[in-house]
């Protein structure tokens, strides 16, 4: 049976032969049945990454679609994303039994998702893999693209390669047992999204949704975002268009990534530091682009109705914040890149912003000098 046929809400990542569907809606569980069937018929193994926090509050879907499946754990957090985790990944998959026909499934979110991807993409030379989002960041971003890795210590997501899953399974259902914080984070990259795409999504999010695990129009906005980040990824893979393309996603994120690595992995939530960063984009869109003012207002607004910080919780230095932005993988000897915004739901990309712009955008954020 066709992926469509099973689920109309369903969207496909149409990338040649490796395209795969992001299921959706009321029948993803029926779907994931059937996946996890065909897979045993075809003598496939199996092997499930996920974490302890996640394995424990999700404890009634390991107990039944995945019972009698092999899991590792992960423990739960950033610092898991490491070349260590990884290390231990590939020896239980090779403990597990996988072989060239065997599938990875990562049950959890950003987190489990890279550091399984990048496992499952460098495991034999590349081993399918499924994903299982539990958290809206990972729903709304992580989950789809192929985007895996680990982060160094001289930076994040440093280590990685492009590996597309076999299928992407969205349960918004698992989101009723996430933390508020958690959720929260999410809500930034969906604040992303309309921010540089979709401004009818940007206005609702303004005119005060105030969207929440259980309510009615998760799934539609999830969707929203989903289809998105799929329209991009199939233009632009690997992020090689000078137009902007895929690098456009990380709007906000050249100022989140000098947070995380100049605060510590695990200081800030990635999409706490993403909300600071859409801040900073204003701010560098107001000082660049014809956008009216008001716009990293606007910004702040969305961003503080879901709790979210619009400035750094405590003053990090700003020297050492532009020292981190050099080393960003999207710096281009050394001189950082950054997506800006035209107007709300337009971004692009700039290079050759000048350093004192930038310095000026972090004393606003509440860096210091020391
Ligand atoms: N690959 C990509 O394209 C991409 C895009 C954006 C972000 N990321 C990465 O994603 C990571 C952040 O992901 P995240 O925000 O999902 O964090 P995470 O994976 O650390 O999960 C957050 C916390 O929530 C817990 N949790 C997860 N699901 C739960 C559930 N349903 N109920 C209760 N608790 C649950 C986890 O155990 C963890 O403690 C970062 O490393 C970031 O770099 C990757």
Request: hydrophobic share 45%.
């Amino acid at each position: 049976m066709g992926w469509a046929a099973v689920e109309p809400l369903s969207l496909t990542v149409s990338l040649g032969e490796r395209a795969y569907p992001i299921l959706l809606g009321r029948c993803v569980e029926v779907a994931l049945h059937q996946r996890l069937q065909e897979l045993a018929r075809a003598e496939r193994s199996i092997a499930v990454v996920t974490d302890d926090r996640i394995r424990k509050e999700l404890s009634g879907f390991f107990g039944t679609a995945l019972r009698g499946l092999a899991v590792h754990e992960i423990p739960a957090g950033e610092a898991s994303k490491s070349g260590r985790e990884l290390g231990r990944a590939w020896e239980f998959f090779a403990r597990a039994g996988l072989d060239r026909k065997g599938v990875v499934v990562a049950v959890g979110g950003g987190v489990v998702g890279d550091l399984a991807g990048f496992a499952a993409a460098t495991y034999l030379r590349g081993v399918d893999y499924i994903q299982i989002p539990t958290t809206l960041l990972a729903m709304v971003d992580s989950s789809v693209g192929g985007k895996t890795g680990v982060n160094l210590e001289a930076g994040k997501n440093l280590a990685g390669a492009f590996h597309q899953p076999a299928a992407v399974f969205i349960q918004s259902r698992f989101l009723e047992s996430l933390p508020k914080r958690e959720f929260g984070a999410g809500m930034a990259e969906v604040i992303k999204y309309g921010l540089l795409g979709d401004e009818r999504l940007f206005r609702e999010l303004e005119d005060g949704l105030d969207l929440s695990p259980s309510h009615p129009d998760l799934p539609r906005i999830i969707r929203t975002c989903c289809a998105m980040k799929a329209r991009i990824v199939e233009a632009d893979e690997r992020e090689t268009s000078t137009e902007g393309g895929r690098a456009l996603l990380n709007l906000g994120h050249t100022f989140a990534h000098a947070i995380e690595n100049v605060a510590g992995y695990g200081s800030y939530l990635h999409g706490e530091a993403v909300a600071v960063g859409l801040v900073g984009a204003g701010l560098l869109s107001e000082g660049l682009e014809r956008v009216p003012p008001g716009l990293a207002d606007r910004v702040r607004r969305v961003l503080q109705a879901y709790g979210l910080p619009v400035r750094l919780v405590e003053p990090l230095p700003v020297p050492a914040l532009m020292a981190a932005m050099r080393k960003d993988k999207k710096a281009q000897g050394g001189v950082p890149r950054f997506i800006v915004l035209k107007a709300v739901g337009q971004a692009a990309l700039r290079d050759g912003v000048s350093e004192a712009m930038v310095a000026k955008i972090w004393t606003e954020l509440g860096a210091g000098a020391a």
